[in-house]
């Protein structure tokens, strides 16, 4: 098994420098995968890196994925859904008030923002 310090093994490139660290963990995450793959070709991948990866290419592992994605596209439409019945509100609140001033009452004056 050739491991750390093996004069057969080459240097890694070098990596391009990156602006966030979403992408500084993606590009770790890839040269990980590379070197997973590279053992598991030499014959020299741990047990536990060959479980992992069989783990992850499982359909199981897909649809805990899929289902992932599913769940956060309803969590946007339901946080949209909240903020579009917050500016309902306010809209049939003026509208109440406006139909107030209308019937000759003395209308409350708007406690919203002019920004609308």
């Known amino acids: 098994m050739a491991r750390k310090g093996s004069?057969?093994?080459?240097p890694l490139p070098k990596l391009p420098p990156t602006f966030s660290a979403e992408a500084r963990e993606s590009q770790l995450i890839a040269l990980a995968y590379d070197l997973a793959e590279k053992?598991?070709?030499?014959?020299?991948?741990?047990?536990a890196e060959t479980v992992?990866?069989?783990r992850a290419g499982?359909?199981?592992k897909q649809q805990q994925i899929e289902k992932l994605k599913r769940e956060n596209i309803l969590l946007a439409a339901r946080t949209e859904q909240l903020g579009d019945e917050?500016?309902?509100e306010k809209l049939l609140e003026r509208a109440t008030q406006a139909f107030a001033g209308y019937r000759g009452e003395d209308p409350e004056p708007y406690?919203?923002?002019?920004e609308d």
């Open 52 to 54: 992992h990866l069989l």
């Open 58 to 60: 499982t359909v199981e």
């Open 111 to 114: 406690e919203g923002s002019d």
């Open 86 to 88: 917050s500016r309902l």
């Open 7 to 10: 004069s057969s093994e080459e």
């Open 39 to 47: 053992r598991l070709r030499d014959g020299t991948a741990s047990s």
